[in-house]
């Protein structure tokens, strides 16, 4: 053999564009690259969420709590802000609850991978469903048993550490931008960009069209209900027309 052969067996084979490498992805490879696609969603909002806590006065330290408590972008803004405007506790905490109601329906998507887990995991792992940890594991169907317990875990933490620091990040630099008046246009302009790509049926469609209907027209007589009723509307319309289609 040359040495021009023993290159050319040597070398490794080129990757395809965008592909992954030749042969089987460990849990933690496909995790860690999963993680890092979905990082300057969770990162912007995260920075985001975090001028917000402090803009808005509340406790830096519970904020940053209500990153693991809640694990939830939405909904832990939504509390803030309800919080903010004198909403009473139970009200902002069941208003959060009703705007998370979507990951029941992840969680039973995700159900069968889930029900042959030890015990530990099942109790403990589903806290880590969220938009986009249950939207990169659909995208694994490979990884089952103990594969996608690796996975899980390593996704789950590394988002978390992601959108943890993202929040920090922007608790720490709120004070040393300059004063935020439509701060509240902000975060509602973020909602709308992470709704418009999710309108692909016509359920989801009606569904947006009379939630916001709902919750504006609520609002106007009840502010602290404007969301539940809403999201409740939302959810009834887009089951009705499902039914109907």
């Given at each position: 053999m040359t040495t021009s052969d023993l290159v050319t067996h040597t070398?490794?084979?080129?990757?395809?564009?965008?592909?992954?490498?030749?042969?089987?992805?460990?849990?933690?490879?496909?995790?860690?690259?999963?993680?890092v696609s979905v990082l300057s969603g969770i990162a912007s909002?995260?920075?985001?969420?975090?001028?917000?806590?402090?803009?808005?006065?509340?406790?830096?330290?519970?904020?940053?709590?209500g990153t693991f408590l809640v694990y939830g972008g939405s909904a832990q803004?939504?509390?803030?802000?309800?919080?903010?405007?004198?909403?009473?506790?139970?009200?902002?905490?069941?208003?959060?609850a009703v705007?998370?109601?979507?990951?029941?329906?992840?969680?039973?998507?995700l159900g069968e991978r889930f029900r042959m887990q030890p015990r530990w995991f099942r109790w403990l792992a589903p806290h880590l469903i969220i938009d986009q940890t249950y939207l990169v594991a659909t995208t694994r169907p490979s990884f089952t048993g103990a594969d996608f317990r690796r996975y899980?875990?390593?996704?789950?933490?590394?988002?978390l550490a992601i959108w943890t620091s993202s929040v920090a990040a922007g608790?720490?630099?709120a004070p040393?931008?300059?004063?935020?008046?439509?701060?509240?246009?902000?975060a509602t302009a973020l909602f709308i960009g992470m709704l418009i790509p999710r309108l692909t049926s016509r359920p989801a469609v009606v569904a947006a069209m009379t939630g916001g209907a709902v919750a504006a027209a609520v609002s106007v007589?009840?502010?602290?209900?404007?969301?539940?009723?809403?999201?409740?509307?939302?959810?009834?319309?887009a089951l009705v027309v499902s039914r109907n289609d």
């Open positions: 070398r490794p084979a080129p990757l395809p564009p965008g592909g992954d490498p030749p042969g089987p992805v460990s849990p933690r490879a496909a995790a860690l690259r999963d993680a909002f995260g920075l985001m969420l975090g001028v917000t806590i402090s803009a808005l006065g509340s406790n830096p330290l519970a904020g940053l709590a803004l939504t509390t803030v802000a309800l919080l903010d405007r004198g909403i009473a506790l139970p009200i902002a905490v069941l208003t959060a705007v998370n109601l979507r990951l029941l329906l992840y969680s039973a998507a899980w875990i390593w996704v789950g933490a590394s988002v608790i720490a630099l040393l931008l300059p004063d935020l008046p439509h701060l509240g246009l902000v007589v009840m502010p602290a209900l404007g969301i539940i009723a809403g999201a409740l509307a939302g959810v009834g319309a």
